[in-house]
């Protein structure tokens, strides 16, 4: 007797049912994804027990007919696909999968209205066992209830996390669905508590719902367009950062997706600006001809496919750094605003509770922040620039730093806001930070993180936007090291790489090396630690030979071996000098690890630290 026999119908839909919905999200998802698609303007989720036990999704959209309702739940029913035509999928749904295998699984009961009918109608489907349309009360729209999900194939509850878990997936998941249709409300309610409520709104103001405030403020608004494909969206400033990718939500042609490919475009981004471990917060949105993307290799549809991969990641690319370009000289107020806290909850002992709170007292610190530094960018308010040579003084002599042009100073010291956005210096403290003043902020600069992003961007630019070399300066003496002979050899075929940064390197035997020359802007760092560094890079790990997978590592390593070390005492005109050139350096406002080279202070914070405002 033959051992192979056909499934019967029921079961081949209970394992079909399996793909689409894993958990209670899912259902959550393709229900909420049906109503956005039938045109709702606002959304109701309720929730109990994570979904397990109850889902009511309820919205204000087009609603069925008798002849749609009878088929929405068979599988393979669906009102959005045309069988000739699997490229233009301008809607979420498209399978006609869902609302069949969450009927298989549970008991489902639709109740639905469209506008021109005077009562509403309802079907119910007790685990694929379909009942007969009835009228009922009903409003214009529909209302899906699931209950008891998974009660037709309980293997799967085993597998579930806690309600606690399945539950914040759901939250998650509204959040994100949120997020990408700002101009839908949604609320949330998860046993009888609101969890979310979010009216329609503009995108800025749905961030802020979801990411918070304080997030949405050091966010910068990201546009571009190319062949037909759409970028837009918010992007964290380089100063604004934290330790997951879970706040950066991509979505493609309005539908959220959780795509391998968009990581690493996103720190390609960031590369240079942030430390490996710490991630940028985003919401972007790209939108782009139905037929250059392929949603249909995913059964929840999460990831996608790119026609031409390579151009989206380009235009991504460009996209994004110049929006960071454009801000560059801009810090985040977020760490100013941590900061603040500090020293309020240092003072609080002493100054009462008031003080604790006072980050709660300024919200609008960051945003009072962004909108003063929204209104320059870096240079067109500048007055012309001469040479600055004369005021350097002893710095000149000891740190060429400053060999741009750069504009004067104005003689008084005085505080010059509009003219110079980070002021003018003030004082030194633990001979570290400057303390500068302009005219309505106090701005304090960490000397070696300013400094050392100075440099960065200097080496940085004559490595990738220049034909010629670095300056550099030749060693009097110039000083060797010995290296095992494969590192010589890698160091040597590294040589024009790194005599575009300046550094020349020759080889003195098999296993020596001698540096001859070093960056003319770090002029008076440690010959022997540069050259030791550079080995040590090549030694590390062998595998990579490339060395433009290595450019930012010494770009990194030159910064740091010649930027003023923390501690080293500096003049007025020095520390003004070092502010002129933050102020046209990209990116100067944090170091390349993405701590803010400078924090700052207005004078409303100052007074309410005093208790005075
Ligand atoms: P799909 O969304 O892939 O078409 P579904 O099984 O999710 O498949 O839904 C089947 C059909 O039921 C949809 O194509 C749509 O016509 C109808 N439908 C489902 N939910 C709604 C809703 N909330 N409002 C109006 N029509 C709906
Ligand atoms: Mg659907």
Not at 13 to 27: D, H, L, Y
Not at 158 to 177: M, P
Not at 406 to 425: C, V
Not at 472 to 481: G, I, N, R, T, V
Request: glycine share 6%.
């Amino acid at each position: 007797m033959s051992k192979i026999h056909k499934l019967q119908l029921s079961t081949i839909n209970r394992i079909a049912a399996g793909e689409v919905i894993e958990r209670p999200a899912s259902v959550v998802k393709e229900l909420v994804e049906n109503a956005i698609d039938a045109g709702a303007t606002h959304i109701n989720i309720t929730i109990e027990r994570a979904g397990k036990s109850l889902i009511i999704v309820e919205d204000n959209g087009s609603g069925m007919d008798k002849e749609d309702l009878q088929l929405a739940m068979e599988r393979h029913a669906t009102s959005k696909l045309n069988d000739d035509y699997l490229v233009n999928i301008p809607h979420l749904g498209f399978r006609g999968e869902a609302l069949a295998a969450i009927g298989v699984i549970s008991n489902v009961e639709i109740i639905t209205r469209q506008q021109n009918m005077s009562n509403a109608l309802k079907i119910t489907n007790n685990a694929g066992v379909l009942g007969a349309v009835e009228p009922c009360a009903g409003r214009v729209g529909t209302r899906i209830i699931v209950r008891n999900l998974f009660y037709a194939t309980p293997a799967r509850l085993n597998f579930l996390q806690t309600d606690r878990g399945e539950g914040a997936k759901i939250k998650e998941l509204v959040e994100r669905i949120a997020l990408s249709h700002p101009q839908i409300g949604f609320t949330l309610f998860v046993d009888g508590k609101e969890k979310c409520n979010h009216p329609a709104q503009p995108l800025p103001e749905r961030i802020a719902g979801i990411m918070g405030r304080e997030c949405a403020d050091n966010m910068i608004e990201v546009k571009g367009e190319e062949d037909e494909v759409k970028i837009t969206g918010f992007i964290s400033l380089p100063t604004y950062h934290i330790g997951t990718r879970l706040m950066q939500y991509f979505f493609i042609n309005g539908r959220s997706v959780m795509d391998k490919q968009l990581y690493p475009t996103l720190r390609a981004v960031y590369q240079d600006v942030l430390a490996h471990d710490r991630h940028p917060v985003v919401a972007l949105f790209l939108d782009m001809p139905y037929h250059l993307v392929d949603v249909n290799v995913h059964p929840t549809k999460a990831e996608v496919r790119f026609k031409f991969a390579n151009a989206l990641k380009s235009l991504i690319i460009r996209t994004l750094r110049q929006a960071l370009a454009d801000h560059s000289t801009r810090a985040s107020g977020h760490n100013t605003r941590r900061s603040l806290d500090i020293l309020s909850r240092n003072n609080a002992v002493n100054l009462g509770n008031n003080q604790r709170n006072f980050a709660f007292q300024s919200p609008n610190n960051a945003a009072n922040f962004n909108r003063i530094h929204n209104n320059h960018n870096s240079t067109p308010n500048y007055p012309p620039r001469r040479g600055l040579s004369d005021n350097l003084g002893a710095y000149k002599n000891e740190t060429p730093i400053n060999n741009a042009e750069i504009p004067p100073p104005t003689g008084q010291n005085t505080p010059t806001g509009d003219l110079y956005p980070l002021g003018m210096a003030r004082a030194q403290i633990f001979d570290t930070y400057i303390i500068a003043q302009n005219n309505d902020q106090l701005i304090m600069v960490d000397q070696h993180a300013a400094h050392e992003r100075i440099i960065y961007e200097k080496l940085k630019s004559y490595y990738y936007n220049s034909d010629k070399n670095a300056p550099s300066q030749d060693l009097l003496f110039p000083e060797s090291l010995h290296a095992p002979e494969d590192v010589v050899e890698r160091v040597i075929q590294a040589r024009p790489a790194l005599l575009k940064l300046g550094a020349n390197i020759t080889k003195l035997g098999d296993d020596e090396l001698l540096i001859n020359a070093v960056p003319f802007v770090i002029a008076q760092c440690n010959p022997l630690k540069l050259l030791q560094d550079i080995i040590d890079n090549f030694a590390n790990d062998a595998l990579d030979n490339a060395v433009e997978g290595r450019i930012n590592k010494f770009l990194s390593s030159f910064a740091c071996h010649g930027s003023i070390r923390a501690g080293r005492k500096l003049t007025l005109p020095e520390m003004d000098a070092l502010l002129r050139e933050m102020e046209i350096t990209p990116n100067s406002a944090q170091c390349n690890h993405g701590r803010p080279t400078y924090i700052h202070l207005n004078m409303a914070q100052i007074e309410s630290l005093f208790g005075r405002a």
